[in-house]
């Protein structure tokens, strides 16, 4: 079965940082999906890659999909308190329909 | 911007209580899902719901466990006897379409189940 493997497992960064989450999949990934859970709250959407190559940024957050199709990072530039949280990495897994294995997680804090 | 909305927030039971864990998806999608996270663990997938039936479901949702659409807008989680163990955030998802025809899930803000 499909594994996501995160690293780092936490993060503590000063305010204006920049920062970097991996996320690397055991199989070929058809589909990475970015989430952001503040803690004891909802999965909030970031961005979903699909092709072998791509990159797609909203405000300071950038996330990229290797060529390869099996490793995708999350780069935020300046981070801000309101960065922090946990990101998570998921998945289409091997059945249908929104069936997305999750990684375990990086916890962001960020030091104003 | 719609959300999912999920219901109670918090909910404690007794072990061998039944509990039902309420969810609203987005009003025009098609595809929903419940997800569970136990404490300091991973988001797991527990059971895909499309057209009025269980279209896929995991180890975990074992006979313990039903889904409902009981009408046009609620989603429901049914656990029948719960278990220490089914201590954990719940959370619903919706999405549009498939997950590989460019839908991201939607998810809900989960309710905690503690059950005692």
């Known amino acids: 079965s499909q594994e996501l493997e995160q690293s780092p497992q936490s993060l503590i960064v000063q305010e204006g940082k920049n920062l970097t989450i991996n996320c690397t999949s055991s199989?070929?990934?058809?589909?990475l999906y970015w989430y952001k859970q503040k803690y004891g709250e909802g999965l909030i959407f970031l961005m979903m890659?699909?092709?072998?190559?791509e990159e797609k940024s909203h405000e300071k957050i950038t996330a990229k999909l290797d060529e390869k199709k099996q490793q995708s990072s999350l780069h935020i530039t300046a981070s801000q308190p309101s960065h922090a949280g946990i990101y998570l990495c998921?998945?289409?897994?091997?059945?249908?329909?929104?069936?997305?294995?999750f990684g375990k997680g990086t916890k962001l804090s960020v030091k104003p | 911007e719609p959300e999912v909305t999920q219901t109670p927030s918090h909910q404690v039971t007794q072990m061998g209580q039944e509990v039902i864990l309420r969810c609203v998806p987005i009003?025009?999608?098609?595809?929903f899902y419940w997800y569970r996270q136990i404490l300091g663990q991973k988001v797991e997938f527990l059971v895909s719901?499309?057209?009025?039936?269980?279209?896929?479901k995991s180890e975990i949702f074992d006979d313990q466990f039903s889904v409902e659409r009981p009408d046009g807008s609620n989603f429901t989680l049914k656990i029948r006897s719960t278990k220490l163990e089914d201590s954990a955030m719940y959370f619903c998802?919706?999405?549009?379409?498939?997950?590989?025809?460019?839908?991201?899930?939607?998810f809900g803000n989960g309710t905690r189940l503690t059950v005692t």
């Open positions: 998802a919706s999405i549009l379409g498939r997950a590989r025809d460019n839908s991201p899930l939607h």
């Open positions: 009003s025009n999608h098609l595809y």
């Open positions: 890659l699909q092709k072998g190559g």
């Open positions: 719901f499309y057209n009025n039936e269980i279209s896929e």
């Open positions: 199989k070929t990934l058809y589909g």
């Open positions: 998921g998945a289409a897994g091997g059945g249908s329909q929104g069936n997305l294995i």
